[in-house]
Structures are given as C-alpha cells and as structure tokens.
C-alpha cells in the first residue's frame, strides 16, 4: 500500500503522471498557493518600502475619498505602512490608527506562509487537516485585523 | 474498480481561489473596495471556467467552487460600496438643493439688515471715548451717495469754470 503510493508519488516527480490528481499533486497545490501569497505580500511591503511618505507619491488614491470628498477608515494606509518599513511606528499609527495592526496581519500570514512552505517540503503532512487549520487561522486573523472595516461598512449599508 | 481521477482544470481552480482571496482582502480596504468588482469578476470567470473544464472531465472542483464562491463574496461587498457611491451622489444633489436655500436665505437676511440696519461704533481709551454713529440703510447710503457725487460735480463744475476764466 505504502509502496504504490510512492511509487506514485515518484512518477508525479518524474512527469510520467503529472495529470493524476493525489498527494504529492494536492501538497504542490498547496505548495503554490503558498508561495503566491508570500510573493504577494513581500510585493505590498516593497511597495511600501520604495514609495516615500514626505513624497507622496503613491500611484493608488482612495477611491472612497474621491468620490464623497470625505476620508474613509483606510486612509493613510500606505503612507502608515511606509512608516512601520521605515521604522516610525508613531508617526505610521498618526496617519492611520489601523495600519499597524493590518500590518501584523500581513507579516504573520507572510511567516505563516513561509513556514508552511518549509515545513511541507521537510515533514510529511496530513494536507487536510493543514488546510483547515490553515483557512481557520486566515479568517480569523482576517477578522480581528480588518474588524473596523467591516464596522464601516455595515454602518455605510444599515 | 479504480476510478480514473483527471487533473483537469486544477490550474484555473487555482488561479480563481488566489484572485478571489486577494479580492476579499481588497474589498474589505475602502480606498480600493471598487476595484474589488474587477478582481472578483475575473476569479468568477476563472472560477465558472475551472468548474466547467472539471466537471466535464468528471476531475475534482474544490477549488475551483472556493474560488467562484470568493470571488462572488468579493463581488458583493464592490456593489454594496457602489450601491452606497449612488446613494451619496443622490443625496448630493439633495444636499446642493439644501445648501442653495441657506444661501438664498443668507442673502436674504443681508439684504432686509442693510434696509434697516443702523450701526454705532465706540472707542473708548480710559476717560477718552470716541463714537461714531452711522446708518447702513440703503435709502441713507444712496442719499449720502447723491450728496457726495452733487458736491463733486460742484467742486468739479467750479473748478472747470476757474480753469476757463483763467485762460
């Protein structure tokens, strides 16, 4: 038993039976998706990095403040990340109360998922129960990070 | 009997989850909840796609259901911020209506104190006090304003009639 899942496990490896869906398929999956969220958050950290706060010269404007010429929740975001990568984190919490804890956020999902990716390729996992450990982790961090957003909104819709 | 499993639509199952979670996260920010119902547009499509390549090859659609399912999630928040822009530009034009009635009451107001108005100015510098009454009424105004411009044509009228009797 253990011995053809290796085997199968060795021909997925070997390109003779990429098409079969199985574990090594589900952890590459896995693996992936992984590996896109950390590669998408270490770009949203070098874009606060490279664009500057005394500058301004931020190519994203808030649509919201566009629109009703007030200033939403997530104003200041950018400008308050640029702050936390530079070191300031009282000036980044004077643009933008909320931008150091919807930072943490995406620091701990970018630890997450580079240990995700290590621990994957050196133990062997039992992928589902990761996954839902994993997705419950997600929203829950997601929740308690953007909670005054979803506030917002609700007061905007009731 | 081994059932014979496809990998087919995996890569648009994937791709749709990844856009549909990333359109979660931007939906929830308000300075870029718009371009949420861009991003969710494209993880539904990519979503209905991976569901529709799967199911045919009778292949898993987990993912692709997580992505269609996101992106739609996504897709709602968009509109409801929408629904609420359409609302606000509504009420703007309310709003505008409201603020040009303060307005035409403001000058209104302005107009009925400067008929009526009499002011009285005092300076007063220890024992030293110095009043200076004067009117605002606009029949005073335009008298004063009658009376300054006749005393000017005079001025100016004698002044012309000097000039020629010196010539």
Known sequence: MNWSRTQQQKEILQGKN???P???NEKNTYLAINAIFAGIIILVFIYSGFFSPEKN??????????ITGQPCPSCGLSRSFSFIMRGDISTAASYNEYGLRVFLFFLFHLVMRLSNIVYILRKPVHLKELTI???SIAIITFILA???FFVYYLQLLF | MEENKTN???GMGVAALIMGIISIVVAFIPCLGLLAFFTGIVAIVLGAIGISQASRAKAPTGLAIGGLVTGALALLISIAQIVFFAGFSKNFDVIGDRLEEVFED?????????ETGDFKITIQDGEEKIEIEGS???KDLRDKLEKLEGVELEQDTTAKGDTTGQK
């Open chain 1, 146 to 148: 953007f909670r005054q």
């Open chain 1, 133 to 135: 450990i994993d997705s």
């Open chain 2, 106 to 114: 403001v000058e209104k107001d302005i107009r009925e104190d400067f």
């Open chain 1, 57 to 66: 010269n931020y190519p994203l404007e808030c649509i919201h403040e566009k």
């Open chain 2, 136 to 138: 605002a009424k606009r």
């Open chain 2, 8 to 10: 087919t639509g995996h």
């Open chain 1, 18 to 20: 990429n098409n079969t």
């Open chain 1, 22 to 24: 199985g574990p090594s």
